[in-house]
Structures are given as structure tokens and as C-alpha cells.
């Protein structure tokens, strides 16, 4: 049986991955949707570029920062509220230096790049699982669901966050798998990665400090060299953040294209004129905002809902460290509910400040995808054979 699982597995997984390839690059590249005003994130991003290459600095003034127009490359006078580190950016330079005289929408095939390597790792993760073929099938599924194909060619850092949350997913289950070595490196790398984006980075730097933590605690030891390797390589990465904070008062400031942002939408503008809620009764409603940001997509309040199930019906289990699967889902578990706190108390400040309420979206938790397609598989899986 397992001789004839494998290769179908390979092939659902190949399949899964060729459909992001095919669906990504006609949606980006071919005439489905124009550069760069896919939205105004792409904007944003493209403009951010713009003004490395305009300026010459390696950092942009938050305080003076524009958008810029696509057509003609100049600024205009609308203000930038993208408030990242320079590091996605920094390669654009690069790339947009190389290759100053192509059709611009080419430039989204560097954030392509990286979310089809993502994709590929999810895959051979996914291989390495060893789920049942049902189990397979729902993994498989899981990024077309969340909408992934779509966001996956667009002008922005999230295919290196996701790419980085991917890679220190696909280190856990080497370390978990007594492979410290190679797991350490992918972890490394995939945290530097992640650092473009805050959220990517606080939530691929507590999974993979809980990863360690669980492998570790049965044995009653700490790895005596990874550890503080471990600390002080997260501490360099962390260093665009320290600056921030140092410089504008916050690691995520609110820069004068933030506040403008987030003062001049209309649904803010209305809300503004509201009563504030308190906190104990923001918190669901802030949950039933993330759980129906795609309204028209019904499809994803529901993979959200059967992840919910999943680590529900999973925390019931008595051999919750019985195996990597396992591991990666305990520790992915306890990094997004932290992540998720730290945002909520975040989004509640920005809400009471401004009446702003969309800052927690599906896309930032997409670096922990393996871990929640796992979950939601292995679930299912396992319930259709007790059923049986």
C-alpha cells in the first residue's frame, strides 16, 4: 500500500504546484490584471523601489516618502504609508537597475520567484509528511482556497516572508527528524527571510523558538550551540526594527502616509465618529472582520473554520509530541495565537486611536501554511478512518 501511496502523493503535490505556476502567471502576466494598480499595496511597493532608485539612499525618509507615478516614474504628491525595512527593496533596486527598460509588469516576477520556490517547498513538505492520500488531497487544496495563486505575483515583500516562513517550516521537520544541521540552516535562513515583513518575523521567530523548545524539553536538554546561535542570529535580523524604533519611536511607526491612510478611508472616517468599544467586546468583533475579509470568497471562512476544528480535534489527542507532524502543529498552534494576541492588542490601540480595523488579514499568517495544511489534512484523515 505504501508503495502505491507515494508516487500518487508526489503527483497531487506536483499537480498542486503547477496549478499555482499556471494560475499565478496568467493572473500577473498575461492581461488578467494591469501594473501596478492591482491595488494600492502594489503601488506602494512599486513606488518604494522608486525612491531607493530616485533618491540614492539606502533607507527612505519616512517623513518625506511619496508615491510615485507608474507611468512616468516621478513622485507625485500622494503620500507613501508603507512603513517596512529596506531589505525586499534593496533587490528591486537591483533588478530595476539591470533591467531599467522592460515592461514593468515583468518586475513582478522577482515576488513570483520567491512564492514559487514557497510553493515548492510546501510541496516536498508535504511529501515528507506522509499524510494519507485524503489527507494529501486537502493539503494540496489548501493554498487555491486561501486565494494564494492570486496574491502570489503581485509587486510585494510577501513572497519573501512567505518563503521564509516556508523554509523554517521545512527546518523544524529536519530538526524533528534528527537532522539539527541542515534544520538549523533552512530555520536560519528562513527567519532572515522573513524579516521583511514584522508579522512574518515575529510569527516564523516564535515557531521556530517553540519548535526547539518542544524537540528539546522531553530530553530535558538545550542545544548547547544552537541556542544562543539561534538568539543572536534573530537579534542581527531584528536590527532594521531597532532602527525604526530608535528613529520613529516604533518598530511599525506611524509615519505621516500612515496616519494619512488611516484617516482618510471612508470607513474610518466613519467609525472615527463612533463610540469606541471596549476591548473584551473589539476582540470578537476584530475576529469576525478576519474570518469574513473575503466576503465573495466563501471558500475561506471555511478552510479558516476547519483549522479551527482541526487543532481543536488535534489538542485532543494523547501523542501530541508523538511525531514531526505533531510538533509542527503544537508549535505553529501556540505561535499563531501569540502572534494573533499581539495583533489584536495592536489593532485595538490603532482602532481606538484612529477607528482603523483592518489590520489583521489571512495573508500575514500564510508563512505557517505547511503547518495548517498538516492540520487540517492529518484531521480530516484521521477521522474518516476512525468513521470507517
Known amino acids: 500500500m505504501q508503495q502505491v501511496e507515494r508516487p500518487v502523493t508526489a503527483t497531487f503535490l506536483f499537480l498542486g504546484w503547477l496549478f499555482f505556476l499556471v ?4 493572473i500577473t502576466q498575461f492581461g488578467v490584471i494591469g501594473f501596478p494598480f492591482v491595488n494600492i499595496d502594489e503601488h506602494a511597493h512599486y513606488s518604494y523601489t522608486l525612491e531607493l532608485l530616485r533618491s540614492g539612499r539606502w533607507w527612505p525618509d519616512f517623513n518625506h516618502f511619496l508615491l510615485y507615478d507608474a507611468t512616468s516614474g516621478q513622485p507625485t504628491e500622494a503620500l507613501n504609508y508603507l512603513n517596512h525595512p529596506p531589505t525586499f527593496y534593496w533587490l528591486m533596486e537591483l533588478v530595476q537597475r539591470i533591467f531599467p527598460d522592460i515592461n514593468p509588469i515583468h518586475y513582478r516576477l522577482v515576488p513570483f520567484a520567491f512564492y514559487l520556490a514557497a510553493m515548492g517547498i510546501y510541496a516536498r513538505l508535504g511529501y515528507l509528511l506522509k499524510l494519507p492520500r485524503i ?17 502570489g505575483g503581485y509587486y510585494s515583500n510577501d513572497g519573501m516572508a512567505v518563503l521564509g516562513g516556508m523554509l523554517a517550516s521545512l527546518g523544524s521537520f529536519h530538526w524533528f527528524s534528527n537532522k539539527a544541521k541542515r534544520g538549523f540552516l533552512f530555520m536560519a535562513i528562513g527567519i532572515a527571510l522573513a524579516s521583511v515583513k514584522l508579522t512574518a518575523f515575529m510569527l516564523t521567530g516564535a515557531y521556530v523558538a517553540l519548535a526547539l523548545i518542544i524537540h528539546c524539553a522531553p530530553r ?30 516604533s518598530p511599525v511607526p506611524n509615519t505621516p502616509g500612515q496616519i494619512y491612510m488611516l484617516t482618510h478611508k471612508p470607513e474610518a472616517q466613519a467609525i472615527a465618529v463612533l463610540p469606541r468599544l471596549d476591548f473584551l467586546h473589539f476582540v470578537p468583533m476584530a475576529l469576525g472582520r478576519f474570518f469574513s475579509q473575503f466576503a465573495t470568497r466563501e471558500m475561506t471562512p471555511l478552510a ?9 480535534y488535534f489538542l485532543l489527542q494523547p501523542d501530541k509530541h508523538a511525531n514531526p507532524v505533531s510538533r509542527m502543529m503544537l ?4 505561535a499563531t495565537l501569540i502572534v494573533l ?20 488579514l ?3 499568517y500564510f508563512p505557517l501554511l505547511p503547518a495548517y ?8 484523515a484521521s477521522l474518516r478512518k476512525k468513521v470507517q
Open 23 to 26: 494560475a499565478t502567471l496568467h
Open 135 to 151: 489527507g494529501t488531497a486537502i493539503y494540496v487544496l489548501l493554498p487555491p482556497v486561501l486565494y494564494v495563486p492570486l496574491m
Open 220 to 249: 530535558r536538554e538545550l542545544p548547547r550551540i544552537s541556542l544562543p546561535l539561534g538568539i543572536l542570529w534573530c537579534l542581527l535580523c531584528a536590527l532594521p526594527y531597532l532602527y525604526l524604533w530608535m528613529e520613529y519611536g
Open 304 to 312: 479558516l473554520i476547519a483549522l479551527i476544528f482541526s487543532y481543536g
Open 331 to 334: 508549535a505553529s498552534l501556540i
Open 341 to 360: 494576541a499581539i495583533h489584536l492588542v495592536f489593532s485595538y490601540q490603532r482602532y481606538l486611536e484612529y477607528g482603523w480595523l483592518r489590520d489583521s
Open 362 to 364: 489571512v495573508r500575514y
Open 373 to 380: 495544511g498538516a492540520a487540517i489534512g492529518g484531521a480530516y
